[in-house]
């Protein structure tokens, strides 16, 4: 049972453009939501995070956008550059004692300079 | 520098053999934890130990063990059992009742050959 939904598996996008990635979840107990960057042969690394207290996080051109009756959760990257080239995850966990990171499969983003 | 240092980087393994991961943290992390990666499957979590002596499976755990003898130290055997241990290896860690500090090692790259 696949809990974190993540679309799409790949993007390409030009340089100074908008990145998309979506993330569906499915357990209402989830109350925190990060997402990783990855690059390769690297582990990943936070990037940006959000609870679901708020509808939106902005950190610099990286934004979390957050719809607690959807279940979905987003990661826009504004003026996207060749060195956002990566592998991106959503996650989720409920918090309290089961900390548990679960993730989405990733999405593979390529920035064309 | 604080951090998690996964070792070695590319391991081989004849068929039939076990093999063991290393993973090393001084981040004072009560929590660790074992993520197997597959091309388009993203983190699959195989064991997670929240305090030392202690361990729980996770969702991929056969064919796998681990041990938690010191705090610092969350090392990985991969079994003869595991029918397809050909991946990459990410051991992470975190501080317990929270994912803020979710850190992530550089990973380890098995080939069996």
């Known amino acids: 049972q696949q809990q974190v939904k993540q679309s799409p598996q790949s993007l390409i996008v030009q340089k100074g453009g908008i990145s998309i990635i979506n993330c569906a979840y499915e357990n209402t107990a989830f109350d925190y939501f990060p997402w990783y960057q990855q690059f390769p042969g690297k582990g990943p690394a936070l990037l940006i995070a959000?609870?679901?207290?708020?509808s939106e996080k902005k950190e610099g051109r990286f934004t979390i956008s957050f719809n607690k009756s959807a279940k979905q959760f987003s990661l826009h990257i504004m003026d996207s550059q060749p060195g956002d080239s990566a592998t991106y995850f959503c996650a989720a966990t409920p918090g309290g004692s089961n900390y548990k990171l679960t993730f989405g499969k990733g999405t593979l983003l390529t920035v064309n300079p | 520098d604080g951090g998690i240092t996964q070792s070695p980087k590319y391991l081989f393994r004849k068929e039939g053999q076990n093999v063991t991961l290393s993973c090393e943290q001084n981040?004072?992390?009560?929590?660790m934890y074992w993520y197997r990666q597959d091309p388009g499957q993203g983190l699959r979590l195989i064991y997670y130990?929240?305090?030392?002596?202690?361990?729980q499976k996770g969702d991929i755990a056969e064919g796998y063990s681990v041990s938690r003898e010191k705090k610092e130290s969350f090392p990985l055997t991969v079994t003869s059992a595991q029918k397809n241990p050909t991946a990459f290896y990410l051991c992470?860690?975190?501080?317990?009742?929270?994912?803020?500090?979710?850190?992530f090692g550089s990973g380890t790259r098995l080939t069996v050959v």
């Open positions: 130990s929240q305090i030392v002596n202690d361990f």
């Open positions: 992470a860690s975190s501080i317990p009742g929270t994912a803020y500090g979710y850190t």
């Open positions: 959000i609870r679901p207290d708020v």
């Open positions: 981040l004072n992390h009560d929590a």
